[in-house]
């Protein structure tokens, strides 16, 4: 039997969506081992002046358990 346990990560990129997630993937994996899945809950942006200046992502990042 395999166990998953979910941590949520929020990230932030003044580039891009696809980065922030990236972004919140690599600094996850640093400390967290055995990294199975992600699911993005919410996806923000911050404007100004009519612009996008930031992206930001809350996530869910799901790893196996060791026994």
Known sequence: MSIAKVVTVVSQSEK??????????????????????????????KVSNDKITS????MDIAFGVEE
């Open 16 to 45: 891009s969506f696809d980065d922030a997630v990236q972004e919140g993937l690599t600094s996850a994996s640093k400390t967290v081992r055995g990294i199975s899945g992600i699911k993005v809950v919410d996806w923000t942006a």
């Open 55 to 58: 992206y930001k992502v809350t």
